[in-house]
């Protein structure tokens, strides 16, 4: 389990960036998938999730996820959910303690957000079409309607693939800078002719400053690049694998 200072440095506040280390699940999936979307049996997940809470003093029922979609949904959680009835949105905020809030992430980019002041959290799948559509900005503005101020919040942004692994054909950097030219920022050349290597980490650390929170950190792995520690999408792609496994990151308001 990796932590970031910026969170830990919190009163009342707990997190966890999982690493795929110390499960259960084996194969593909080998070994703390927290993942019911793949195809791993559904057994070796819950006892992975339960053995992720367990790590932050919690049991396994105080975890709630979504139903990730990539999309800027956010949803307000008072209580946990049962996976089967996980509500289709990409971010989450709570003012509830010992709830569990769980993002799970195989290349995107987890978010965990946190004004412990207002006793408030939040936590974000930003791959790249959420965090074009404004996943960001939806989760500040939700976490604010509860209490938060954006210069009180501290941001921690999780294991996710670096720029050096996430190469993109010519007509992708179009998606961005066709609205915001200045996110050519996030496009370096690739040494492939007409591609570019994208810098998904960077966007998301520009948008939440463009929503006012300035204490931030950023975790310095790759998950496509470091394979016995993270799940990978791409790398999975790339490999010619059938599935992959999902790793999970959590925030707790802790009484």
């Excluded at 210069?151 to 998606?175: K, L, M, T």
């Excluded at 492939?192 to 966007?203: A, I, K, M």
Aim: hydrophobic fraction near 40%; glycine fraction near 10%.
């Amino acid at each position: 389990m990796i932590t970031l200072g910026a969170l830990n440095d919190l009163n009342g506040i707990r997190h966890g960036f999982f690493t795929r280390e110390n499960g259960v699940s084996t194969g593909l999936y080998a070994s703390l998938n927290c993942g019911y979307g793949s195809g791993d049996d559904p057994a070796a997940v819950t006892e992975n999730r339960a053995r992720a809470m367990r790590r932050l003093d919690l049991a396994p029922e105080r975890l709630t996820t979504l139903y990730q979609v990539h999309s800027p949904t956010v949803v307000v959680v008072d209580q946990p959910h049962l996976p089967h009835q996980a509500p289709e949105a990409d971010a989450m905020v709570t003012v509830q303690p010992n709830l569990a809030l769980g993002i799970l992430t195989a290349d995107c980019t987890p978010v965990l957000l946190a004004d412990p002041k207002a006793g408030v959290i939040g936590a974000a799948h930003a791959g790249w079409k959420g965090a074009k559509a404004g996943v960001i900005a939806a989760t500040v503005n939700a976490m604010t309607a509860l209490g938060a101020r954006p210069q009180r919040i501290v941001a921690a942004i999780g294991p996710c693939i670096a720029q050096r692994s996430y190469e993109v054909g010519p007509d992708f950097p179009g998606h961005f800078t066709a609205e915001r030219p200045d996110d050519t920022d996030f496009f370096a050349p690739s040494r492939r002719s007409g591609h570019f290597l994208f810098d998904l980490p960077g966007l998301v650390t520009r948008r939440l400053g463009e929503c006012g929170v300035e204490a931030l950190q950023r975790c310095p792995n790759d998950t496509r690049a470091e394979e016995s520690r993270f799940f990978s999408y791409r790398r999975a792609t790339l490999q010619g694998e059938a599935c992959y496994g999902r790793g999970l990151s959590v925030i707790v308001l802790r009484p």
